[in-house]
Every structure is written in C-alpha cells, then in structure tokens.
C-alpha cells in the first residue's frame, strides 16, 4: 500500500504560480512513477503530468506544456508540481498517483493508488 497526500493548492489570480506537493509513504518510493491529473467540475478527470520513478523522464498535457513542472525528490518521498502563468482554466482539484512502474504512465487507469486531492482555484 501507498498513501499520498497533496497540499499546496489555494486561490490564485490568472498569472500566479503554485507549487503542489505530493507526500507519499508506504513503500518504496524510488520504485513508483507518479502523475497528477485534475478534475474540473462537470468534466471528467484528465491527465496534467508524470514522472518517471528515476525523475528522468517527464510527460506533460499538451494544456499545461511549458507553464508546469512536475519532479520529484526520492530522498523525501515527494513529488512535486511548480505551476505557473495559471490560467482560470486550471481551475480543478489536482490529485497524485503513484504505480509501482518502471514506465512513464499517463493514463489514469494505471495508477493504483491516489491522494485525496487539493483545490486549486485561479480567478480571472
């Protein structure tokens, strides 16, 4: 089993930045790759980012590509998100997901395990 929990998301004019952070425990951190997606209300929940269990490797939504960034540090079992130029688009709950896997996964249904998630809000 593994347990996330995010934090960092809030209230943010268009322009600003955030930085979500996913703490993760359980297992061994080292042998997971991570993603955060987002669910807006009324759509369904969609894919923002990955991370390979190294942090080699990276994938980013076509929406969010070149504004976010997402790595991790293995040391503190913790990925993160660095959010920037938001937009009231982004507007959603972010959640993590971790999967014991060696690849870049980017689908949702591939991920076993989930955080609560975090509210993040941007006004225009």
């Known amino acids: 089993q593994v347990q996330l929990v995010e934090s960092g998301g809030g209230l943010v004019q268009a322009g600003g930045s955030l930085r979500l952070s996913c703490a993760a425990s359980?297992?061994?951190?080292?042998?997971?790759?991570m993603g955060w997606f987002r669910q807006a209300p009324g759509k369904e929940r969609e894919f923002v980012a990955a991370i390979s269990w190294s942090g080699g490797s990276t994938a980013y939504a076509d929406s969010v590509k070149g504004r976010f960034t997402m790595s991790r540090d293995n040391a503190k079992n913790t990925v993160y998100l660095q959010m920037n130029s938001l937009k009231p688009d982004d507007t959603a709950v972010y959640y993590c997901?971790?999967?014991?896997?060696?690849?870049?996964?980017?689908?949702?249904?591939?991920?076993?395990?989930w955080g609560q998630g975090t509210q993040v809000t941007v006004s225009s």
């Open positions: 359980g297992r061994t951190f080292s042998n997971y790759a």
């Open positions: 997901a971790a999967e014991s896997s060696p690849q870049l996964l980017t689908k949702g249904y591939e991920y076993d395990y």
